[in-house]
């Protein structure tokens, strides 16, 4: 018998999601991929850091090096 499967779709937004990535080389630009707005970041000892403020549905931070 098949099995019936419920799909929520209320996306629940998130807010300040703070990234921090190791990387070998400071990056040159973070950036938001869709709206292309630079984010702000720091970069100490091989760690760059930096929050995304509102994000309803979907995001992603591009890290240029």
Do not use: M, N
Request: proline share 6%.
């Amino acid at each position: 018998a098949a099995q019936k499967i419920e799909i929520l779709e209320d996306a629940v937004p998130l807010a300040e999601v703070h990234c921090a990535l190791r990387l070998p080389a400071k990056p040159k630009r973070v950036w938001l991929g869709a709206s292309e707005k630079d984010v702000p970041y720091t970069w100490k000892e091989g760690r760059v850091e930096f929050t995304l403020g509102l994000i309803d549905v979907h995001e992603v931070a591009v890290i240029e090096s």
